[in-house]
């Protein structure tokens, strides 16, 4: 046996099933890993990756060599719309959807409490914080963060439950369920009335109390 | 194939096959100057060669991989081979033995140290710099920090999406950016909570403790300005949000400055594809930025006028001043050394020569100058970088040291290319108290008993 029989022969002990490699998925399954390299015919060498094109539409006419490659393809409104779920400080991004304080009490004791405790004040345990309190606490030797005494922007609030809540099902709350927990939360905190339902409209009247608690950063030429 | 020296009901097809390899292998070795019919071929004549020591090779080999040659308590990364007592008197184990990808030495054990934190959910893991040489982090060793865990992607089922104030909004394959013109640099890339527990007294122990949350690893990828040239930023455009598709689905937002001038959109780190704890397939890399902004499993830029105030930039990595009020969007990573040895709980076994060596980087280019103290900072001397010195790139600095058995306090300080001094751990209190978390990058100072003993104290 040759040398490159030898290395044919690892080869397709390395690849165990040399059928998988031949395997094209008849669905459209996900793949749980790569397939193994392909020994070429004749060497045995593995099959190195060729570039890759995705049909459809090309961007750019001419392709050129510093711009305009050509390559991507347009991104559709509904593609971005999919996934463009941020929350900006003036609203931009705000979900359709109304919540209130008395629904978002009830989610939050099913979906929230186990991490953040009943009363808001954090478990140690599961890592999540405290949500509320901590007022006039930033100056002094124990500052307490919270979103009462820290956050400068309620649609920060909103924007991080729709997107990363709760921690056993990130993103699942529906848009009524995100204004409803952080209705309950800003609630708590005496920051919106109980009795407000939170809403695109409503949203525009939160005052955070730490709103004018952030400075830039004066560095360099300060520590 | 040889079925006497072989025989079918002992050997399989494969085993077989590589027997008759290695034999014939070893045949065409020795044919010089030997009759090769004196040379027969007969089980035993490799002593490692063995029905077992085959079947061993072949399970290695095999499929399944299926860690018959790999325990439990052989260090992580390495395969628990049989050490041979003399390894010049019998042939070495069989190439590809490893898989064809490879695996440290088992004698090599260093591993991240997951901080610990109450839940595991949230957690970072820190690089061991004691052992570290030369200015790259092997990639297995870089530090990690997640926010909602390290997703499994198939970079087959994931494209990035430009949109927002661009006239074109883009849909790009991982394979898209590989077609790319490309770059590739050397960058450190710094968590800004890296020594978050020394504010106020010394407290972790090693500087894999202290200062782990700093790695180095050459990254390529495509340009951030390639990508927002071809999808055309609109006038105004000043921030562009990151955004990541882990649970945290993480999101930063990025002054379009940067991201005109050095950003990169990053799918490879030392020379192959990006870790699955790195971002893979796709992360986003911002040089002399804290690490929290280079989003990692990278799925889109949205690209604004303003800044987008998440969670991870308003109610984390804002530093919080004595005052009350709280530094937003503190982004460079000032200039920063340790020295990573000796270091803390490290034992010198007696006086002697040493070499000190550690690491300087900065946030704003290159570094400039090491000095090093033995005497707690009274006097100072220059120590030699070590080639190459990058921007933005860890540079290991060396000093010869004859320790007289006497204590000593090993200090570093850098200077970077601006100017920058790295400061005294007072200095920076005197300003900014000791709750502002992020962004500690004073000077370390490790303590050298009689006995040897080097320990983490403020000095």
């Known amino acids: 046996m040759s040398m490159r029989e030898l290395a044919i022969a690892g080869a397709i002990a390395l690849a165990g099933l040399p059928a998988l490699a031949e395997d094209t ?61 941020d929350v900006m400080p003036d609203g931009t991004g705000l979900m359709e959807g109304s919540g209130t304080y008395a629904a978002g ?80 939360i800003l609630g708590q905190a005496g920051i919106l009335g109980k009795d407000v339902t939170l809403d695109a409209e409503s949203f525009g009247k939160i005052v955070m109390p730490n709103a004018e608690g952030f400075v830039s950063d004066p560095r360099p030429g300060a520590y | 194939m040889s079925e006497e020296n072989f025989p079918s009901d002992r050997y399989g097809p494969a085993e077989r096959r590589m027997a008759e390899a ?63 007592p003399d390894p010049t008197r019998e042939q070495g184990r069989m190439i590809l033995d490893d898989g064809g990808y490879g695996s440290r030495s088992q004698f090599e054990n260093e591993v991240r140290w997951r901080y610990p934190t109450d839940s595991l959910d949230s957690s970072w893991s820190m690089t061991p710099l004691a052992s570290g040489q030369g200015i790259i982090t092997p990639s297995g060793l870089h530090f990690e920090r997640h926010h909602g865990g390290i997703p499994t992607i198939d970079p087959e089922r994931h494209s990035l999406i430009v949109h927002g104030m661009v006239d074109r909004p883009l849909s790009l394959t991982v394979a898209d950016l590989k077609r790319m013109p490309s770059v590739s640099r050397l960058h450190f890339i710094e968590c800004s909570g890296n020594g978050l527990t020394e504010w106020v007294k010394p407290t972790l122990r090693t ?37 990541g598709s882990d649970a945290a689905v993480m999101t930063r937002s990025c002054p379009i400055d940067k991201a005109m001038d050095d950003a990169i959109l990053a799918y490879a780190q030392n020379g192959e594809a990006l870790r699955p704890e790195q971002g893979y397939p796709l992360r986003l890399l911002l040089p002399g930025f804290e690490g929290n902004t280079h989003i990692k499993w990278l799925r889109r830029l949205d690209v604004s006028d303003k800044p987008f105030m998440t969670r991870e930039e308003t109610s984390k990595y804002t530093d919080l001043m004595p005052d009350g009020k709280a530094r937003i969007f503190t982004l460079d990573m000032d200039a920063k050394s340790v020295i990573t ?28 100058k090491v000095e090093v103290s033995v005497d707690g900072g009274k006097t100072w001397t220059e120590a030699p970088l070590q080639e190459p010195v990058i921007s933005k790139c860890h540079t290991r600095f060396r000093l010869p040291w004859v320790w007289d058995g006497t ?27 000791t709750n502002s978390v992020y962004h500690l990058n004073a000077i370390q100072s490790w303590h050298v008993a009689p006995t040897g003993e080097v320990t983490n104290v403020h000095a």
């Not at chain 1, 060497?43 to 459809?56: C, D, K, L, Q």
């Open chain 1, 25 to 85: 998925p008849a669905t459209d399954a996900p793949r749980a890993f790569a397939a193994a390299v392909v020994p070429l015919p004749d060497t045995g060498e593995p099959t190195p990756p060729s570039p890759v094109i995705a049909g459809g539409g090309e961007v750019g006419a001419t392709p050129g060599l510093e711009r305009d490659f050509g390559i991507g393809r347009p991104a559709t409104e509904d593609e971005i719309a999919a996934i463009d779920i």
């Open chain 2, 341 to 368: 040895f000796p270091s803390g709980a490290m034992k010198l076994p007696k006086p002697g020569f040493y070499e000190v060596s550690g690491l300087a980087w900065s946030g704003r280019g290159k570094v400039a």
């Open chain 2, 22 to 84: 290695l034999v014939d292998l070893e045949r065409r070795t020795l044919r010089a100057g030997e009759d090769a019919e004196a040379c027969e071929c007969r089980e035993g004549m490799f002593p490692s060669l063995s029905r077992r020591g085959l079947l061993a090779g072949g399970v290695a080999l095999g499929a399944a991989f299926a860690g018959n040659a790999v325990r439990a308590d052989a260090p992580p990364g390495s395969v628990d081979y049989p050490v041979q």
């Open chain 1, 105 to 184: 009490e009830a989610l939050f004791a099913e979906r929230c409490a186990a991490c953040h405790g009943e009363a808001l004040e954090g478990v140690k345990a599961t890592g999540g914080p405290r949500l509320i309190g901590g007022r006039d606490t930033l100056a002094t030797e124990k500052p307490v963060k919270t979103v009462e005494s820290y956050w400068p922007y309620a649609s920060t609030l909103i924007d991080y439950v729709h997107r990363a809540m709760p921690m056993d099902a990130p993103g699942s709350l529906t848009a009524d369920e995100v204004y409803a927990v952080s209705a309950f």
């Open chain 2, 207 to 243: 500087v894999q403790g202290t200062h782990g949350l700093t790695s180095t690893s050459e990254w390529t990828g495509v340009a951030l300005s390639t990508v927002l040239r071809e999808a055309g930023v609109q006038d105004g455009a000043a921030w562009i949000l990151a955004e």
């Open chain 2, 407 to 433: 204590e000593a306090v090993l200090q570093s300080r850098c200077t970077d290319e601006t100017g920058y001094l790295q400061p005294a751990l007072k200095d920076l209190v005197a300003v900014r108290g």
